[in-house]
């Protein structure tokens, strides 16, 4: 079955640890620069890839015993 109102969910795991929202958003913004896409910084939590708007979340996970950081983007 077909779930046609699921939001689409981009996780993407960065190089560097980032403990600044803000700073997080610009690493963002260089990454999808270097992949070849349009990203601009919208408001505090939003960015815009490619025209698509996005939610910003951070979630911190053990792999292997070693905490990553995880950046998921949550259409809107």
């Known amino acids: 079955m077909l779930n046609f109102f699921k939001k689409k969910k981009i996780v993407i795991r960065l190089n560097k640890r980032y403990y600044n929202l803000t700073d997080l958003k610009k690493a963002l913004v260089k990454h999808f620069g270097e992949v070849g896409k ?10 815009e890839v490619d025209g698509q708007k996005y939610i910003v979340f951070e979630k911190t996970i053990s792999m292997y015993g070693v905490p990553t950081q995880r950046v998921v983007l949550k259409e809107v």
């Open 38 to 47: 349009s990203c601009e910084i919208i408001d505090q939590h939003t960015i």
